[in-house]
């Protein structure tokens, strides 16, 4: 027979050793960290799930399975307002976001001043450098969101149904769809056309109906909605270079091994690319040809022609911009961008 005081003394020893069992097990649980975006799911169309599963599968691999990186597409996790402000609360880890981060940090406008970047190559040695560093630091101090790469929308450009566009002229009376925010209404503005703010999930609609006359997004975005069964003119003018941040929780971030952090960081740059990579080929190899296949008439204006479209906008739109972040920030991404332009023409001399 066990005595009272033995039974307790092995009570606590099974307490203590299914403790230690359960410890054990619960180090051996990986850390979640849900990934949402809002587009679509196939990896050869969708520039974010591309970048999403790549860094997903690298993540997963290079930690030995310490981070199971989940991804959220389609707006599973909500559309990219409602993600972002639940990344900012720490109940998603991280996700992929653009159009809406202005109304989180203002200072993200920056990067959509008409004719700002004359290239991708440009745009990109600004957003990996010192000053895209700066736009990254504005973020984690106002947001609590650190931002771990730079990717992607690409450059936006004029469709509609109407007339060719080569000029701003050719822009006024027309209706365009834009996004619901006053820098895309001022540029429009500025060229003299009628800017209406439309649901994207309502572009195609409304422009088959007649009650926008053309839109404006990258060639990938035009394919992807098929609008080109809707519009007949394509105007190769670049005036606004979409960007993708790649954002995560600081605290979540912080939370993690320092070895952990790093892999979550490397991976996150290296997926950028990818995400690069898919959306000039969507836009400016599968896209175009898809356009031109379908019997749409493209124009690629001149170097002339697109310093009137910038004269045109860059005035007002700075205007606006200036009231809602400090003309100092304004005056350094010119300034920037016109340096990484006058480094790059000298590597030809």
């Given at each position: 027979?066990?005595?009272?005081?033995?039974?307790?003394?092995?009570?606590?020893?099974?307490?203590?050793?299914?403790?230690?069992?359960?410890?054990?097990?619960?180090?051996?649980?990986?850390?979640?960290?849900?990934?949402?975006?809002?587009?679509?799911?196939?990896?050869?169309?969708?520039?974010?799930?591309?970048?999403c599963?790549?860094?997903?599968n690298?993540?997963?691999?290079?930690?030995?399975?310490?981070?199971?990186?989940?991804?959220?597409?389609?707006?599973?996790?909500?559309?990219?307002?409602?993600?972002?402000?639940?990344?900012?609360?720490?109940?998603?880890?991280?996700?992929?976001?653009?159009?809406?981060?202005?109304?989180?940090?203002?200072?993200?406008?920056v990067?959509d001043?008409?004719?700002?970047?004359?290239?991708?190559?440009?745009?990109?040695k600004?957003?990996?450098?010192?000053?895209?560093?700066?736009?990254s630091?504005?973020?984690?101090?106002?947001?609590?969101?650190?931002?771990?790469?730079?990717?992607?929308?690409?450059?936006?450009?004029?469709?509609?149904?109407?007339?060719?566009?080569?000029?701003?002229?050719?822009?006024?009376?027309?209706?365009?769809?834009?996004?619901?925010?006053?820098?895309?209404?001022?540029?429009?503005?500025?060229l003299?056309g009628?800017?209406?703010?439309?649901?994207?999930?309502?572009?195609?609609?409304?422009?088959?109906?007649?009650?926008?006359?053309?839109?404006e997004?990258?060639?990938?975005?035009?394919?992807?909605?098929?609008?080109?069964?809707?519009?007949?003119?394509?105007?190769?003018?670049?005036?606004?270079?979409?960007?993708?941040?790649?954002?995560?929780?600081?605290?979540?971030?912080?939370?993690?091994?320092?070895?952990?952090?790093?892999?979550?960081?490397?991976s996150?740059?290296?997926?950028?690319?990818?995400?690069?990579?898919?959306?000039?080929?969507?836009?400016?190899?599968?896209g175009?040809?898809?356009?031109?296949?379908?019997?749409?008439?493209?124009?690629?204006?001149?170097?002339?022609?697109?310093?009137?479209?910038?004269?045109?906008?860059?005035g007002?739109?700075?205007?606006?911009?200036?009231?809602?972040?400090?003309?100092?920030?304004?005056?350094?991404?010119?300034?920037?961008?016109?340096?990484?332009?006058e480094?790059?023409?000298?590597?030809?001399?």
């Open positions: 027979m066990f005595s009272k005081k033995s039974v307790l003394l092995m009570l606590a020893i099974l307490m203590v050793l299914s403790c230690f069992v359960f410890s054990v097990q619960a180090a051996d649980q990986p850390i979640i960290l849900k990934l949402a975006h809002a587009d679509a799911t196939d990896v050869l169309t969708s520039r974010k799930h591309a970048q599963v790549f860094f997903a690298m993540v997963n691999a290079k930690s030995g399975g310490r981070i199971e990186v989940q991804v959220y597409g389609a707006g599973a996790l909500g559309a990219e307002r409602e993600y972002v402000e639940a990344i900012m609360a720490g109940t998603v880890q991280a996700g992929i976001a653009s159009g809406v981060l202005g109304g989180f940090l203002p200072e993200a406008m990067t001043i008409p004719y700002l970047f004359p290239s991708e190559a440009i745009a990109w600004v957003l990996d450098g010192p000053f895209g560093d700066k736009l630091k504005l973020m984690l101090e106002k947001t609590g969101m650190r931002n771990l790469a730079f990717a992607e929308v690409g450059f936006r450009h004029f469709t509609n149904d109407v007339r060719p566009i080569k000029s701003p002229a050719d822009v006024k009376g027309l209706k365009i769809r834009v996004m619901e925010t006053p820098l895309y209404v001022n540029m429009i503005k500025a003299g009628s800017p209406t703010p439309i649901a994207w999930t309502e572009t195609y609609t409304a422009l088959q109906t007649g009650v926008v006359d053309g839109q997004n990258p060639i990938s975005s035009t394919v992807f909605a098929k609008l080109y069964e809707v519009q007949k003119y394509i105007t190769l003018d670049g005036h606004v270079y979409g960007v993708d941040w790649f954002l995560i929780n600081d605290k979540f971030f912080k939370s993690l091994p320092e070895d952990l952090q790093y892999i979550i960081l490397d996150a740059r290296i997926s950028a690319g990818v995400g690069r990579g898919l959306q000039l080929l969507n836009s400016n190899v599968v175009l040809q898809t356009v031109l296949d379908h019997g749409c008439e493209v124009y690629a204006p001149t170097e002339e022609e697109l310093n009137q479209f910038k004269e045109a906008t860059q007002p739109v700075i205007e606006w911009l200036q009231t809602v972040i400090s003309i100092d920030l304004i005056n350094e991404a010119l300034e920037t961008v016109e340096k990484a332009v480094e790059q023409k000298a590597l030809i001399k």
